[in-house]
T-cell receptor, first 111, second 114 residues
Framework: GEDVEQSLFLSVREGDSSVINCTYT??????LYWYKQEPGAGLQLLTY?????DMKQDQRLTVLLNKKDKHLSLRIADTQTGDSAIYFC???????????FGTGTRLQVFP | NAGVTQTPKFRILKIGQSMTLQCTQD?????MYWYRQDPGMGLKLIYY???????DKGEVPNGYNVSRSTTEDFPLRLELAAPSQTSVYFC?????????????FGPGTRLTVL
């Protein structure tokens, strides 16, 4: 079945690293994504990883993909208060024209 | 490029009223999508389109209709508004090819049905 799971909340201190985890079910997914949603706003694409990669780094963001366990993670280094938002994981099954989104992880950064 | 634009930003409807949520993209993307996001929840797909003249149902199509007469526009129609349709509605378009597969989202329409 199609199901993307994420933990609901994460709270970190400013300056620490944040790690947001996601598990997905469709091993055919070609791309996996991380989106950020700030309060009252739409979804903004943060980064994505192609399924033949294990890791992708983009400035403070590191994406790790474990295809065997169908596990995706997003690490944010030196987390800032501006990183407080909801982060959505999404997969793109090769057999579907649709993106499957997780329920989102609310990241709260405190001083 | 303006990207994906949605109008209106906010709307309050009475039960039984109708309205059309507008969505336009200027990136010449073939694929477009409508999602709804209920409070504290993820996104649920309502309808999608793979090109002008072609639409298909998503997970939660009941109570909605769409049309796609042009590549740019993908309006979502609510015929008989119900309180269960209170939600934030997001339109998205999708760019594929050349080693990329990315969805771009509009800013959303916040709809309340009373």
């Amino acid at each position: 079945g199609e199901d993307v799971e994420q933990s609901l909340f994460l709270s970190v201190r400013e300056g620490d690293s944040s790690v947001i985890n996601c598990t997905y079910t469709d091993s055919s997914s070609t791309y996996l994504y991380w989106y950020k949603q700030e309060p009252g706003a739409g979804l903004q694409l943060l980064t994505y990883i192609f399924s033949n990669m294990d890791m992708k780094q983009d400035q403070r963001l590191t994406v790790l993909l474990n295809k065997k366990d169908k596990h995706l993670s997003l690490r944010i280094a030196d987390t800032q208060t501006g990183d407080s938002a909801i982060y959505f994981c999404a997969e793109s099954p090769s057999t579907s024209l649709k993106l499957i989104f997780g329920t989102g992880t609310r990241l709260q950064v405190f001083p | 490029n303006a990207g994906v634009t949605q109008t209106p930003k906010f709307r309050i409807l009475k039960i039984g009223q109708s309205m059309t949520l507008q969505c336009t993209q200027d990136m010449n993307h073939n694929y477009m999508y409508w999602y709804r996001q209920d409070p504290g929840m993820g996104l649920k797909l309502i309808y999608y389109s793979v090109g002008a003249g072609i639409t298909d149902k998503g997970e939660v199509p009941n109570g909605y209709n769409v049309s796609r007469s042009t590549t740019e526009d993908f309006p979502l129609r609510l015929e008989l508004a119900a309180p269960s349709q209170t939600s934030v509605y997001f339109c998205a378009s999708r760019r594929t090819g050349e080693g990329t597969d990315t969805q771009y989202f509009g800013p959303g329409t916040r709809l309340t049905v009373l």
